[in-house]
């Protein structure tokens, strides 16, 4: 079945660097890739998504990129701050088939002051 | 706040039992998803209801119904509990159309001893 294998499943930065999170996915007619955070106590929060005809989407400190060929995609986060520290989840989704979103495994992301 | 409500908070209950959790999409959102989340597997899709009607299934269990009423609030029925059932259970909302983001409420915490 469908697949998201996501990378590393923890991440320790030092505040104001960057850190990037990486995921693949084995249904090659995904077509939509949304990234969630997670904080404690609370449900995951959308925060940046692309869609297959797009290579790189950037929002302020977050950019997601997307390789349909190798069907990588990854999330950078730059200038790390200590609210960015939450579990990271990566999705797919096939959209011409349902509206179902595969979930990677998460990314717990601490940074550190 | 996503706009996606889900009552009640917390619930703990003993094997065997009956549950019923409750979800109110965001307004005029007509699909509702249900998805499972536990440490060892994650994030995982149950089943998605769009204006009353069942729209994807994915890995829920015979003993675990839904439904979407007329006023597109969502009840998730878990029946004859297990240890294993216990987890966090989120709603996500989104809306019709092209549109592909899915708002997640805060979640139901089952505890079941």
């Known amino acids: 079945g469908e697949n998201v294998e996501q990378h590393p499943s923890t991440l320790s930065v030092q505040e104001g660097d960057s850190a990037v999170i990486k995921c693949t996915y084995s249904?090659?007619?995904?077509?939509?890739f949304p990234w969630y955070k997670q904080e404690l106590g609370k449900g995951p929060q959308l925060i940046i998504d692309i869609r297959s005809n797009v290579g790189e989407k950037k929002d302020q400190r977050i950019a997601v990129t997307l390789n349909k060929t190798a069907k990588h995609f990854s999330l950078h986060i730059t200038e790390t701050q200590p609210e960015d520290s939450a579990v990271y989840f990566c999705a797919a989704q096939n959209r011409v088939r349902d509206d179902k979103i595969i979930f990677g495994k998460g990314t717990r992301l601490h940074i550190l002051p | 706040d996503s706009g996606v409500t889900q009552t009640p908070k917390h619930l703990i209950t003993a094997t065997g039992q009956r549950v019923t959790l409750r979800c109110s999409p965001r307004?005029?959102?007509?699909?509702v998803y249900w998805y499972q989340q536990s440490l060892d597997q994650g994030l995982q899709f149950l089943i998605q209801y769009y204006n009353g009607e069942e729209r994807a299934k994915g890995n829920i269990l015979e003993r675990f119904s839904a439904q979407q009423f007329p006023d597109l609030h969502s009840e998730l029925n878990l029946s004859s509990l297990e240890l294993g059932d216990s987890a966090l259970y989120f709603c996500?909302?989104?809306?019709?159309?092209?549109?592909?983001?899915?708002?997640f409420g805060p979640g139901t915490r089952l505890t079941v001893t």
């Open positions: 307004s005029g959102d007509l699909s």
């Open positions: 249904d090659s007619a995904s077509n939509y």
């Open positions: 996500a909302s989104s809306a019709s159309g092209n549109t592909y983001e899915q708002y």
